[in-house]
């Protein structure tokens, strides 16, 4: 189909540039103590709110293209809608139908993956919850179940905690059901099924974009080497952390307990990884499985010293980065997401710019150019992205937003863009870390740069837009019983969309269609441009009269 945007017929746009934010977890919620974002003084972000070019879309389950409405939505999803302006089957979805279906198991990787373990290990390293974000236990046990009903006798699952998509403090009960599952497909198969090890994920494994590759390291050589300290099963190498955690007054949820593995009363490792094993990442999302798959993968890996690097059989759940071939084994294909906002801009021959630090970076270049490294158009792209610092988020609450919004002003008064996309990631980095003083705080920050943007865009003559991509501030903690417990999770709260206009004179209303959602921005963007959307795309949220 044709990438040509034909000129809307009554409104050509501004003379400025138009310019988009994502305040990446922000969500809508009542007023209450919980709600970081009410409890910020915000008086810019309340007065974008609160404007007649205001409303609220949705952010999870099917609105971006996970399975129901209990889905909680995720800043990969988020940004796939919003620069796809259309819904695509995602993650879980997609890993639902083809369990349902069995095409899973039809597939080559799943038949090599098994003949290698047949006669050696097959290891699961993956997010161990229900949290539905980055994995589902359910997955994990059905591609157990069938491995075993295909003749695997030796397999070893390496759990990493999550506490952050789930309660804070909730690994104890996922192990019991994993123990329960294993001891159960050992008994009906005569297998050796086990816990082998793990950690949280916050400390190993499942770091993003490149920030911290220490935390591979560590993970992979206690998943690999059995590295780490040992204990006699998970269930007690977590009640020992949660322990030790409580007697410091640390009360440290599951998502930063320290890498463990299990040992058996030589104490050694239970379940190694070897020559000859096969292993599966059975996480589905794609951003914090690209850096361990490209240690078990790549030949010449030089981002740390993995020893005596086994030769296995690697595959993941999905392709996590499909430029890059990341891994070149995969179960399920990936949404092939096409006609992205990006590439009809730039057969449109306009100018733009990206910018994130590092810890979102991905999410408006590679997420939001559905699933795509690199450039669209070189020569007509600009991708700035600040260096995340290495540190707990709840340290910094202002994260990098200040040097984003430094950086962006001087992109903006170039005059060389038309469009420019931003994330200020504050919300959701440090909404995750369960403090809600510090995510007030953010709040603050996010406030004033946003401020700071409205002044410029006035100046301009240009448009702001002001959205989010999923929720998380807006609900910090739950309470039962006179107990509060921290929420690290994403929320199922809608998100704000603001438009900040300085020439609006009644020339578009907004008029947002039933359940409008983050796919609606991207037609919205193009009318605001002075361009018709694609007949394909998700309606626009304004209405010209």
């Known amino acids: 189909m044709s990438l040509q945007l034909g000129s809307h017929p009554s409104f050509a746009g501004r003379p400025g540039p138009l310019l988009l ?44 293209g996970l399975p129901s409405v209990d889905d909680m939505g995720n800043s990969e999803v988020g940004h796939n809608a919003l620069g796809a302006g259309r819904i695509f089957d995602q993650g879980a979805k997609l890993v639902n139908r083809a369990l349902a279906s069995g095409a899973i198991f039809q597939s080559p990787v799943w038949t090599e993956a098994i003949r290698a373990a047949k006669t050696g290990t097959l290891h699961f390293i993956g997010l161990h919850s229900d949290g539905n974000v980055h994995s589902h236990n359910d997955h994990l046990y059905q591609l157990a179940a069938r491995a075993a009903e295909e003749g695997v006798t030796s397999a070893a699952v390496h759990i990493l905690l999550d506490g952050r998509d789930v309660l804070a403090r909730s690994a104890l009960r996922y192990i019991e059901r994993t123990e329960e599952v294993l001891a159960a497909i050992n008994v009906d198969h005569g297998c050796n099924f086990r816990i082998a090890s793990g950690g949280g994920r916050m400390s190993i494994t499942m770091d993003r974009y490149e920030a911290d590759w220490p935390m591979v390291e560590r993970g992979y050589h206690c998943h690999t080497h059995g590295v780490g300290r040992g204990f006699s099963s998970a269930t007690e190498a977590v009640t020992t952390m ?97 006609r992205t906002m990006g590439e009809f801009l730039c057969a449109a021959r306009v100018r733009s710019f990206a910018i994130s630090e590092t810890q979102k970076f991905g999410h408006v270049t590679y997420f939001w150019n559905g699933n795509r490294s690199g450039y669209i158009d070189e020569s007509l792209e600009t991708y700035k992205e ?45 909404g995750h870390t369960g403090n809600l003083k510090a995510t007030i705080a953010a709040m603050k ?28 501030a807006d609900v910090m903690y739950t309470e039962a019983d006179g107990v509060r417990s921290p929420k690290t999770s994403h929320t199922l709260n809608g998100v704000p969309f603001a438009i900040h206009d300085p020439n609006y004179d009644g020339e578009y209303q907004m008029s947002p269609p039933a359940d409008a959602g983050l796919a609606n921005v991207a037609a919205t963007v193009f009318n605001l441009l002075g361009f018709e959307a694609p007949a394909d795309y998700q309606p626009s949220l304004i209405k010209f009269e």
């Open 21 to 64: 934010i994502v305040a990446d977890g922000v969500g809508v919620a009542p007023p209450h103590p919980s709600n970081a974002v009410t409890e910020a003084a915000t008086p810019t972000l309340d007065a974008l709110t609160a404007s007649e070019l205001a409303t609220e879309l949705l952010a999870h389950g099917p609105a971006v």
């Open 386 to 430: 600040i260096p995340s610092d290495n540190v707990e988020f709840d340290t910094t609450p202002g994260m990098k937003l200040r040097e984003i919004t430094d950086e962006t002003i001087d992109l903006l008064r170039s005059g060389e863009y038309q469009f420019g996309r931003l994330n200020f990631p504050n919300g959701d980095m440090v």
């Open 242 to 338: 949660y322990a030790e955690a409580d007697q410091t007054g640390a009360n440290t949820g599951d998502q930063y307990l320290d890498h463990f593995v299990v040992v058996d009363s030589s104490g050694l490792p239970v379940g190694p990884i070897t020559d000859g094993d096969s292993v599966l990442l059975y996480n589905y999302r794609g951003d914090r499985a690209i850096e361990i798959s490209r240690a078990y993968e790549e030949a010449e890996f030089t981002k740390f010293n993995r020893g005596a690097h086994p030769d296995v059989f690697y595959a993941g759940m999905l392709q996590y980065d499909g430029d890059a071939l990341i891994p070149k084994n995969y179960l399920v294909e990936p949404p092939a997401i096409d």
């Open 445 to 472: 920050v996010l406030n004033d740069c946003v401020a700071e943007l409205v002044q410029v865009i006035t100046e301009l003559d240009g448009v702001l837009i002001y959205t989010a991509d999923h929720g998380n």
